[in-house]
């Protein structure tokens, strides 16, 4: 009687150390459903990423040819790298009715948005600012150096939570999942989403 055949574009954004990679990952533990959107990156690997899955690690010049040849989605510079979410990949899982995740940042974020005004925009608090210092450094990937500049971009990012949709604090983890499950549920559940058939 109701269909609905397309999945979810789900738009996750927040400052660096927020935990939006930590949140990702356990909600695709939980939710065969969800297909997580592999981006381009010009940065260099951390320790045990793996090419392919965490990121799709190319030089500047791999990374310029696909921006010539319009394959991203969106692309963005943070922090003295690219970032691009290629564009077949969410389009192909869209399609088969599969819920595709995107782990964005902010300025990337809104050109989706631009592009896909029906997805799902998810902007992740840290629980304060202490804390997220405290997770990035806690984290032990970044130098120092790299470390004050994405905390001076996070004072920028904080700023632009109003652009989004829905608001999440990554305070404990499984609640905050909780919480972006609910969001989908009821998103799922949006009459513009849904064909009623009377027959
Ligand atoms: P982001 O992807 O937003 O940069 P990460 O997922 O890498 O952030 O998380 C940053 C650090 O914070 C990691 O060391 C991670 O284990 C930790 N972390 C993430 N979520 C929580 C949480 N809810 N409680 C405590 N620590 C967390
Ligand atoms: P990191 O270097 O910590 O993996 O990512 C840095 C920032 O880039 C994070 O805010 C992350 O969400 C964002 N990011 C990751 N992939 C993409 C992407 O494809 N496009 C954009 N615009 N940002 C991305």
Redesign the pocket.
């Known amino acids: 009687m109701i269909t609905n055949d397309k999945g979810l574009l789900l738009v996750i954004?927040g400052p660096?150390g927020t935990g939006?990679?930590t949140v990702c990952k356990r909600l695709l533990e939980k939710n065969e459903n969800i297909f997580l959107s592999v981006?381009?990156?010009t940065?260099k690997p951390r320790e045990g990423e793996i090419d392919g899955v965490s990121?799709h690690f190319y030089d500047e010049d791999k990374f310029k040819n696909l921006i010539a040849k319009n394959q991203f989605i969106?692309?963005?510079a943070?922090?003295d790298?690219y970032?691009?979410?290629p564009k077949a990949p969410v389009e192909e899982n869209i399609n088969k009715g599969k819920d595709v995740l995107?782990?964005?940042?902010i300025?990337?974020?809104m050109k989706v948005r631009s592009k896909y005004p029906e997805g799902v925009y998810i902007f992740l608090f840290p629980p304060n600012i202490e804390t997220l210092a405290d997770r990035l450094r806690g984290r032990g990937t970044e130098t120092e150096d790299v470390i004050a500049k994405r905390l001076e971009r996070a004072k920028q990012e904080l700023e632009m939570c109003t652009k989004y949709n829905y608001y999440v604090v990554n305070d404990d983890l499984e609640k905050a999942v909780q919480e972006i499950e609910a969001i989908i549920v009821a998103e799922k559940a949006r009459k513009e989403r849904n064909k009623v058939n009377f027959n």
Not at 102 to 105: A, D, F, R, V
């Open positions: 954004s660096s939006k990679g981006s381009a990156t940065r990121y969106e692309w963005a943070f922090c790298n970032y691009g979410t995107l782990e964005i940042e300025e990337g974020a």
